[in-house]
């Protein structure tokens, strides 16, 4: 039972911790979606806020990532080291493939 009581102290902790390091955001929602998230809510036994906090969460985190791999091609495509190769020598490439005469990787 011990355990079980340490564990609920410390989810209580981080929930309190985590609680007081957000600050609140109100957003605009069409009733169709507020609906279903109030459904959602009530199936999954979590709040409305919950829920939000953690979509707009994931939202962002996958955002962030996109945005920083595109920024890392760019720096790559304007760097020294990038290769280009025109499209239409890739396009002829590609084009024949699985032909009896397909033709070798274009090179610069």
Do not use: H
């Not at 102290?9 to 609680?19: G, H, L, N, V």
């Amino acid at each position: 039972m011990r355990f079980v009581y340490n564990v609920y102290i410390q989810f209580i902790y981080r929930m309190a911790t985590e609680m007081s390091q957000s600050e609140t955001v109100t957003v605009r929602l069409s009733t169709e979606v507020k609906q279903k998230l109030v459904a959602l809510a009530k199936s999954t036994n979590r709040s409305k806020s919950w829920l939000a906090a953690q979509a707009i969460s994931a939202y962002v985190e996958e955002q962030s990532w996109q945005i920083q791999q595109i920024e890392e091609a760019i720096k790559l495509a304007d760097s020294k080291v990038s290769v280009w190769v025109e499209g239409e020598a890739v396009n002829a490439w590609l084009n024949s493939w699985g032909t009896e005469t397909e033709n070798s990787v274009p090179c610069v």
